[in-house]
Structure formats: structure tokens, C-alpha cells
């Protein structure tokens, strides 16, 4: 069975940098042709793509958002971790993990996470 | 890189088919058959129904089919039912090596 869950903080202050940790089973993030990706939903709003790492640290990132975006994995825990610096109210969404094997294939339930003062 | 285009809605009544666009251009939906659909009921996690344009992931209605021609990709829906109602976002593949999601279509079942 595959499951993937997003954890992190549910309130973050602007300017500070978000650090979200996807743990999941049932897959190994050695294997090849694997990988984790993470996507964001603001509140009303579309899904939006983030990052994605893959079995051999390659690693992909939103355009608009490559420049405060990190995504590193630790293969032996079974976890991603997505950072995010300098955060804005524009930023409030609810983050999602999800495994790539082809195509987003099994998500995680989804993180909320709060930009506010 | 802009999101894809969808239609903010749609709708349809049971047992009638809609079809779903996702308009991008040669660099993303048009060069790639790496188009996926999916399927998204409030509060809950996005759901793959579609992925490579036209496949069916194991467990998902045949009834879900996907299509593309030139830089629009499509998703069908024949023999609507009530539970079809949700939100539907289409993704692609880009010549950036990244991916992108559509807008998002609100699918209302009269």
C-alpha cells in the first residue's frame, strides 16, 4: 500500500521559510524512474505545480518560484523535504506530495499552511 | 510559463457525455504526450484519472476517456452521474523539463 503525508508548520510569518517534510511507504525513492513532486492550492484556487525529485537527485522546479524553492530527499527515511523562502500571504495554500511512477499517480491528503502576521 | 487554459465550467446532465479542454501550445501539450487529468471533490486530494493523454489508470471508470489533437488535450465523460460532480485540472509536460496544470474546470451534474 502507498501512502504519502505532508507535515510542517500550519501558521508561518512573511519573510520566513516554510520547511515541509512528505514521508511516505510502500515505494523507495532509489528505485528508477521514481520520483516525489509537490504541488500548492491556494484556498478557492487551482492546483499549481512546485518541484520534483527524482530517484537520481535530479531535480525540477517551478520557474516563477526556482529561485526560492529547495526540495532534497533522504532515501533512507523515506522522506522529501520542500523549502520555501520568504514567505508572502500569497503563499497560503494547502501543499501536496505526491509520487511520480509516469504521471502524479498517489497524493498525499494535503498540508494547510497559513501566512499571516 | 502560463497555465494551461479550461473552461471555468461545464455541465451536464445524468447520462449525458461533456468533454473537458485543456488548451496549451506546441511547447507543452502540443509536443508531449504527457497530458494527465485529474479529479479533485472538495476537501479531498486530487484523483489521476487520465495520464499519456489517453490512458486509464486501473480502477477508474471507463466511462472517463482522454484525447488530444494539436495543443489541446481533451477529457470526455460519457453516461454522467451524480458523483462525477468535482473539479477537473489537466497537467502537462513542458520543453522546460517542468510540468504545469490547467486553470481548473468546475464540472456541475444538473
Known amino acids: 500500500q502507498i501512502t504519502l503525508k505532508e507535515s510542517g508548520p500550519t501558521l508561518v510569518k512573511p519573510t520566513q521559510t516554510l520547511t515541509l517534510t512528505c514521508s511516505f511507504s510502500g515505494f523507495s525513492l532509489s528505485t528508477s524512474g521514481v520520483g516525489v513532486g509537490w504541488i500548492r492550492q491556494p484556498p478557492g484556487k487551482a492546483l499549481e505545480w512546485l518541484a520534483l525529485?527524482?530517484?537520481?537527485?535530479?531535480?525540477r522546479y517551478s520557474p516563477s518560484l526556482k529561485s526560492r524553492l529547495t526540495v532534497t530527499k533522504d532515501t533512507s527515511k523515506n522522506q522529501v523535504v520542500l523549502t520555501l523562502t520568504n514567505m508572502d500571504r500569497v503563499d497560503t495554500a494547502t501543499y501536496y506530495c505526491?509520487?511520480?511512477?509516469?504521471?502524479?499517480?498517489?497524493w498525499g491528503q494535503g498540508s494547510l499552511v497559513t501566512v499571516s502576521s | 510559463q502560463s497555465a494551461l487554459t479550461q473552461p471555468a465550467s461545464v455541465s451536464g446532465s445524468p447520462g449525458q457525455s461533456i468533454t473537458i479542454s485543456c488548451t496549451g501550445s506546441s511547447s507543452d501539450v502540443g509536443g508531449y504526450n504527457y497530458v494527465s487529468w485529474y479529479q479533485q471533490h472538495p476537501g479531498k486530494a486530487p484523483k489521476l484519472m487520465i495520464y499519456?493523454?489517453?490512458k486509464r489508470p486501473s480502477g477508474v471508470s471507463n466511462r472517463f476517456s482522454g484525447s488530444k489533437s494539436g495543443n489541446t488535450a481533451s477529457l470526455t465523460i460519457s453516461g454522467l452521474q451524480a458523483e462525477d460532480e468535482a473539479d477537473y485540472y489537466c497537467i502537462s509536460y513542458t520543453s522546460s523539463t517542468t510540468w504545469v496544470f490547467g486553470g481548473g474546470t468546475k464540472l456541475t451534474v444538473l
Open positions: 525529485i527524482y530517484w537520481n537527485d535530479d531535480k
Open positions: 499519456d493523454v489517453s
Open positions: 505526491a509520487r511520480k511512477l509516469g504521471p502524479l499517480d498517489y
